[in-house]
């Protein structure tokens, strides 16, 4: 069974940073396509990043591009995005998602991220 478990989220004020983690078990993790996803008060889910198991390349929304980094450490089954230069307009629940393109088949529990002075 595919467990995702988000950790780090919380207040921050605007220009700080985050560090968001996600522990992977139950998954050959060093294959799996990984994301994170969003979503906002009164919104929907909006993808935010991915990286494939070989982490040559990442993909951003563009709202955060140059801002967020994602990273993996597959000796550790561990998924992050570091936030840097927060905005209010990042507060969200972030959920660490397994997947590729539209197939995200495993979600976690999801971490909040809230922004404000």
């Known amino acids: 069974q595919v467990k995702l478990a988000e950790s780090g989220g919380g207040l921050v004020q605007p220009g700080g940073s985050l560090r968001l983690s996600c522990a992977a078990s139950g998954l050959t993790f060093s294959s799996a396509w990984m994301n994170w996803v969003r979503q906002a008060p009164g919104k929907g889910l909006e993808w935010v990043s991915a990286?494939?198991?070989?982490?040559?390349?990442?993909y951003y929304v563009d709202s955060v591009k140059g801002r967020f980094t994602v990273s993996r450490d597959n000796t550790k089954n561990t998924l992050y995005l570091q936030m840097n230069s927060l905005k209010p307009d990042v507060t969200a629940v972030y959920y660490c998602?397994?997947?590729?393109?539209?197939?995200?088949?495993?979600w976690g529990q999801g971490t909040q991220v809230s922004v404000s002075s």
């Open positions: 998602v397994k997947g590729g393109g539209s197939d995200f088949d495993s």
């Open positions: 990286i494939p198991s070989n982490d040559d390349t990442t």
